[in-house]
C-alpha cells in the first residue's frame, strides 16, 4: 500500500500545468508510434506541422509540440521539461505557464512557418521547404525555459558528466550555437525551431509576461525591462555598437504602433510613458541602500579611543546622517535615471 500511496502523492504534488503537458506529451507521442507501426510512411500532418499543409490543420502550430518522433526526443524531453516547468510553475503560477508554453510553441512555429514559406518563394523548390520538412517536439520550449532561467537565477551553476561546470546564464547560447551549427549542416528542421524559441521567449518574457507579484501604483506590470536581461546583454560587447541603435530602432516603432504593453513607471511619481518597471526601480534602490550599508560600516569600524569613552562609543555608535543615505543617491545612480529610456536592445532601466 506504501508502495502504491508514492508515485500516487508524488504525481499529486506536481502542479496542474506542468503535469498535464506531461501526459500530453507522452500520450500523443505513443499515439504517434502507433501510428508509425500501423501505417505506411507518412507525414501524418494532422499531428505534426508541415508548412505546405498546416494551414488545413491549424491546431498543429501548437499540438505538433507535444509529438516526440523518437524514443530519444522522448527521453530527452521528459528528463528536462516536466522539472524546469515544474520550478518555474512553482513561481509564475499555472496560468502564467501555461501562456507561457503557449506562446513560445506557437510563435515559434508560425515563424517557422512563415519562414519556410519564404524560401519556397524564393527557390520554387516545394518538395523542400514546403512538404520536406515538418517541425515537432519541444526543442523551442527547451530554450525558452533556459532563457526563463537566466532571467530568474542567471549565476547559478550546473554541472555536467561531473566536470563540466557551466552557469545558467550561458547555457541558452551554447544551445543556439548547437542550432546554428546543425542549421548550417543542413538540418534546418527541426534545429531552426531553437533560434525561434529564444527569440520569441526572450520577447514575451521581456515585454509580455503578466508579473502578478510585481505592480506599480495599483497598475498591472509587465515583463522585466531591466538592463541585464537586455537583447544586447546575450552578445559580446563589441557587438553593442550595432545593435543598441537597431534595438531602439524596433523599440520605437513596436511603441508606436501599440505592439508593446503599457508600462508602469516610477514608483514615487506614479504612473509614467518611461518604461522603467518595478524590477528595475527596485534595482536601483537595492544599490542605494548597498551604498548607504557601506558607509554606515565604514563610519563604525573607525578606530575607537581608549578608556570609558570608547566604550560608550561602541555600545552607542553614532548613525550615519538620514538625509545622506536617503536623499542623495550616488552619481552614477543620477545618471542611469537621467539616461533612462525605453530600449528593445540596450538597457530599458539603468540603475
Excluded: C
Excluded at 538592463?227 to 531602439?248: K, Q, R, Y
Excluded at 569600524?301 to 581608549?306: D, I, M, N, Y
Aim: aromatic share 14%.
Amino acid at each position: 500500500m506504501a508502495v502504491l500511496q508514492s508515485p500516487i502523492s508524488f504525481i499529486s504534488s506536481i502542479p496542474p500545468t506542468t503535469r498535464w503537458f506531461t501526459l500530453a506529451t507522452l500520450l500523443a507521442s505513443l499515439f504517434f508510434f502507433w501510428l508509425q507501426w500501423n501505417s505506411p510512411p507518412n507525414q501524418f500532418p494532422y499531428i505534426i506541422l508541415v508548412p505546405g499543409l498546416s494551414l488545413f490543420y491549424p491546431w498543429t502550430f501548437i499540438t505538433s509540440a507535444l509529438v516526440e518522433t523518437s524514443i530519444w526526443e522522448l527521453v530527452i524531453t521528459l528528463i528536462t521539461i516536466p522539472p524546469t516547468l515544474r520550478y518555474l510553475e512553482r513561481i509564475w503560477g499555472s496560468i502564467e505557464t501555461l501562456k507561457f508554453i503557449i506562446a513560445t510553441v506557437g510563435a515559434s512555429n508560425i515563424i517557422a512557418f512563415g519562414f519556410n514559406w519564404i524560401e519556397f518563394i524564393a527557390t520554387s523548390n516545394a518538395d523542400m521547404f514546403l512538404y520536406g520538412m515538418h517541425y515537432h517536439g519541444q526543442m523551442a520550449l527547451q530554450i525558452g525555459v533556459l532563457v526563463a532561467f537566466t532571467q530568474i537565477i542567471p549565476e547559478h551553476q550546473v554541472q555536467f558528466l561531473g566536470f563540466l561546470k557551466m552557469r545558467v546564464k550561458s547555457l541558452p547560447m551554447t544551445y543556439l550555437t548547437i542550432s546554428t551549427i546543425m542549421t548550417i549542416l543542413g538540418f534546418q528542421s527541426p534545429w531552426i525551431i531553437i533560434q525561434f524559441g529564444w527569440f520569441v521567449s526572450w520577447i514575451y518574457l521581456r515585454f509580455y509576461k503578466k508579473n502578478t507579484s510585481d505592480t506599480v501604483g495599483g497598475l498591472p506590470n509587465y515583463g522585466d525591462r531591466s538592463e541585464t536581461f537586455s537583447l544586447v546583454s546575450w552578445f559580446p560587447p563589441f557587438t553593442h555598437v550595432v545593435l543598441g541603435p537597431g534595438g531602439n530602432f524596433v523599440y520605437k516603432w513596436a511603441n508606436t504602433l501599440h505592439l508593446i504593453p503599457s508600462h508602469g513607471g516610477d514608483v514615487e511619481s506614479g504612473f509614467t510613458s518611461v518604461p522603467g518597471s518595478a524590477r528595475a526601480e527596485a534595482e536601483r534602490r537595492r544599490a542605494m541602500a548597498l551604498q548607504a550599508l557601506d558607509q554606515r560600516l565604514a563610519h563604525n569600524s573607525t578606530p575607537s579611543v581608549s578608556g570609558p569613552q570608547s566604550a560608550a562609543a561602541v555600545s552607542a555608535p553614532r548613525p550615519a546622517p538620514a538625509a545622506a543615505t536617503e536623499k542623495t543617491p550616488s552619481p552614477s545612480s543620477n545618471a542611469a535615471n537621467e539616461s533612462e529610456s525605453g530600449d528593445i536592445g540596450a538597457a530599458d532601466a539603468s540603475r
